[in-house]
């Protein structure tokens, strides 16, 4: 495989060969996209339980956070061209094979669970290869042309993909939505068994044998900031609310709203819509002064936007789609500047494995919060744990606007450990 060494990538990489990729890439992504729409959906019209769909979304996200830590270390050491040609290959495989045994009236929620894990297990591994690699195959200088085609297709497809699956869900049965998601991962497959990938230059082996230290550094640089363990916690508790939130959507939409796969598109596109419009506006406004005040207030307004749902009779969809906007809008804010403050506060040398560790402490209580919500919206019904939800993210929000430690966290730049200073 080609090397490339990162210290002397200024020459011009041409953008063909990245742009081949990045295409077929995208395809496959609307294809995974419009089965994870039909997937759910089956879930929920053949089982109408809010615990079933918990458990989906708990087998899909467990592969990213139980193998995060050492994943980047896979990504690095291993081929990457193979690792994205390994994880749509098994990804299109399992989806096949599922495929055949439903067009057969084999179907099982079983299968359906074995087979979200082995998706979210491609995507844990193939998301960070991409990402990788793309730094080999780009000059610098379009690095940011590459940042705003990659926000743009997430846009897109958060907006498309839910009407697309809707309508799918409307003309085909499971086993042929399935079929066309196999068919579009095919260009993605094809295109990396041609095109070169570059490698990284290899590097002195005895280098690696610090991860296990600079992981405990990382560990250590995180628990002695009592702001930053707050900031993790409040974001945990958003990660707490939120993912059965989403997850549990479906349910609301059909037992609360009488609605169907078009309603849930249309509240999952709403999401998408504010998430796009938040992005922008942020990028424009900037935010007030302290861009902790900024993320709290907009979280407060998510909660609201979580009570509106909550609260909104059930003939007033169109204000629970509202609803979801305001989520997405606000969301964008409360993501983007968590990063934002991390890469102003944390020294380079380290931000790396800070920012990884401090997002994947506040994904960790996805599964605790689908665990809980469940089966309480089996036994109370879906709206509560949105007015539940929303009510405790505004105190939380509220409260955080009086929390010295983390509203100073901009003016305190605790420094790396000795021997990680930038040389």
Do not use: C
Not at 258 to 279: D, N, P
Not at 373 to 379: E, H, T, V, W
């Amino acid at each position: 495989a080609q090397e490339v060494d990162m210290a002397k990538n200024e020459v011009e990489q041409p953008l063909g060969p990245f742009l081949l990729i990045w295409s077929s890439q995208a395809v496959s992504l609307l294809g995974s996209s419009l089965v994870s729409f039909a997937l759910i959906w089956w879930l929920t019209e053949s089982t109408g339980s809010g615990t079933i769909l918990a458990v989906a979304t708990i087998v899909t996200i467990m592969p990213r956070l139980v193998l995060s830590p050492i994943i980047g270390t896979l990504v690095d050491r291993w081929p990457r061209r193979l690792i994205m040609l390994g994880a749509d290959s098994l990804t299109a495989l399992a989806t096949l094979l599922l495929a055949l045994l439903f067009s057969l009236n084999i179907q099982s929620i079983y299968l359906v669970y074995v087979l979200m894990f082995v998706r979210g297990l491609g995507t844990a591994f193939h998301g960070p290869a991409m990402i990788a690699s793309t730094s080999l195959m780009v000059a610098e200088k379009h690095f940011s042309r590459v940042a705003g085609l990659n926000n743009a297709l997430r846009g897109a497809m958060s907006i498309l993909a839910p009407l697309a699956g809707a309508l799918l869900v409307e003309l085909l049965p499971l086993h042929l939505i399935l079929a066309v998601d196999v068919l579009s991962a095919l260009p993605a497959i094809g295109t990396l068994l041609f095109v070169v990938v570059p490698q990284p230059a290899k590097v002195d082996p005895s280098a690696t044998a610090s991860i296990l230290t600079e992981l405990k550094e990382g560990v250590k640089y995180i628990t002695s900031w009592r702001g930053l363990m707050l900031l993790i916690g409040v974001y945990a508790m958003v990660h707490f609310l939120l993912a059965p939130a989403t997850a549990l959507m479906p349910l609301l939409v059909t037992d609360y709203f009488g609605g169907g796969a078009l309603q849930l598109a249309w509240m999952q596109s709403a999401t998408g819509v504010g998430l796009v419009a938040g992005g922008l506006f942020l990028g424009v406004w900037g935010g007030f002064e302290r861009r902790m005040a900024t993320a709290m207030v907009a979280l407060a307004f998510m909660g609201l936007g979580m009570i509106l749902i909550g609260l909104v009779p059930p003939a007033w969809f169109g204000l629970a789609v509202a609803g979801m906007f305001l989520i997405g809008f606000t969301l964008s804010f409360v993501t983007s500047l968590r990063l934002a403050v991390l890469q102003a506060v944390v020294p380079p040398a380290i931000q790396g494995r800070v920012i990884t560790m401090v997002l994947s402490a506040t994904a960790l209580t996805d599964p605790f919060g689908l665990a809980l919500a469940g089966p309480l919206s089996d036994s109370v019904g879906v709206r509560t744990w949105y007015l539940l939800g929303g009510l405790i993210t505004v105190v939380v929000a509220v409260g955080t606007l009086y929390a010295p430690a983390i509203m100073a966290i901009e003016d305190q730049v605790v420094p790396a450990p000795a021997g990680e200073e930038m040389l």
